[in-house]
């Protein structure tokens, strides 16, 4: 799992969004949408009038519907995250495209609104798997800084970790999983309150 993406990465893989398209801070969201990290994520969101990507796995989709329907309502995006959350998906690309397309059918049979942005599962991809996935007219996005905060670092080390490598256009993930249930609340406002006070903004990808 990287941590943080070297500069040498996004000059191999041009085609891929590493960073965002302005100075703005993009908070990124993983693994979701769970009913108890997603709301609580919302609910910081709304607090601070930040919006924010969700990126959704598929399996997930349909018994949270309605939480989705609340991260569009409240404008944020909605990306596309596989069907499973596996890295065994990179190593061939019909399951890769199969998995994404699984996926849009989840979305559609629900009526959620989502982008056309995928994140490999583990943020794990092969060479091969760019064109397979711009073909389905996906955008591949990538990131900065992986937080942290589904391991056991301490709140402290999570910022210490993100304020090291922030810069403008930084792409961050975050989790709305079952592990990061208990602590995403308290975590996500303190990463923003110090995102905050270094004078940074926020948008959505």
Do not use: C
């Not at 965002?20 to 919302?42: H, W």
């Not at 018994?63 to 190593?91: C, D, M, P, T, W």
């Not at 994140?119 to 955008?139: D, E, T, V, W």
């Not at 989790?175 to 602590?183: S, V």
Request: charged share 25%.
């Amino acid at each position: 799992m990287i941590y943080h993406t070297p500069i040498l990465f996004h000059k191999i893989f041009k085609n891929i969004i590493w960073t965002g398209k302005d100075d703005s801070i993009y908070l990124t969201f993983d693994d979701g949408p769970n009913e108890k990290a997603t709301n609580e994520i919302l609910e910081v969101l709304n607090e601070f009038k930040i919006l924010a990507t969700f990126f959704s796995i598929g399996k997930k989709i349909s018994e949270n519907a309605k939480l989705l329907k609340q991260v569009e309502f409240q404008g944020h995006k909605i990306g596309n995250h596989g069907f499973n959350h596996s890295r065994l998906l990179a190593f061939s690309n019909s399951k890769v495209t199969n998995s994404i397309i699984k996926t849009e059918k989840e979305f559609e049979l629900n009526q959620i609104k989502f982008e056309k942005l995928y994140r490999p599962p583990f943020g794990f991809f092969l060479p091969h798997n760019i064109s397979a996935i711009q073909k389905l007219n996906y955008k591949i996005v990538m990131w900065n800084i992986l937080a942290g905060e589904f391991l056991n670092w301490s709140d402290d080390k999570i910022l210490i970790h993100i304020e090291k490598y922030l810069k403008p256009g930084a792409i961050i993930v975050f989790h709305d999983n079952e592990t990061t249930a208990n602590r995403i609340k308290i975590t996500l406002r303190k990463t923003i309150l110090r995102i905050k006070d270094l004078g940074y903004s926020f948008n959505a990808i």
